[in-house]
Nanobody, 129 residues
Framework: QVQLVESGGGLVQAGGSLRLSCAAS????????AGWFRQAPGKQREFVAG???????????DYADSVKGRFTISRDNAENTVNLQMNSLKPEDTAVYYC???????????????????WGQGTQVTVSS
């Protein structure tokens, strides 16, 4: 059974940065798919970023339009973690951020939370204005 644990959330001022990390046990990110989703109060959970293995040593990453150019998703195969570097944070980025994982899926499928089998408990990110 794969277990995911997020860390790195916290309180930051607008314009600041945070780095979220998702550690996996019972499975490997290297040849699978991992994603970050977020849920703000009163809103549905939404896709933030995802990365999926595309064969060999390559991977494909995609981002929500609202975070493109500010957030970067990456994998650390040695540590078996998936990280989300968040720069130029805005108050509207405030949410609980969830890490999710599954077997390799298509690049189109990584945007949909229904395609993920494993979820972390979430970590709070609060951006003050």
């Amino acid at each position: 059974q794969v277990q995911l644990v997020e860390s790195g959330g916290g309180l930051v001022q607008a314009g600041g940065s945070l780095r979220l990390s998702c550690a996996a046990s019972g499975g490997s990110f290297r040849r699978g798919t991992a994603g970050w989703f977020r849920q703000a109060p009163g809103k549905q959970r939404e896709f933030v970023a995802g990365i999926t293995w595309t064969g060999g040593y390559t991977a494909y990453a995609d981002y929500a339009d609202s975070v493109k150019g500010r957030f970067t998703i990456s994998r650390d195969n040695a540590e078996n973690t998936v990280n989300l570097q968040m720069n130029s944070l805005k108050p509207e980025d405030t949410a609980v951020y969830y890490c999710a994982a599954t077997q390799p899926i298509t690049t189109a499928q990584i945007l949909d939370e229904k395609n993920y089998d494993y979820w972390g408990q979430g970590t709070q990110v609060t951006v003050s204005s």
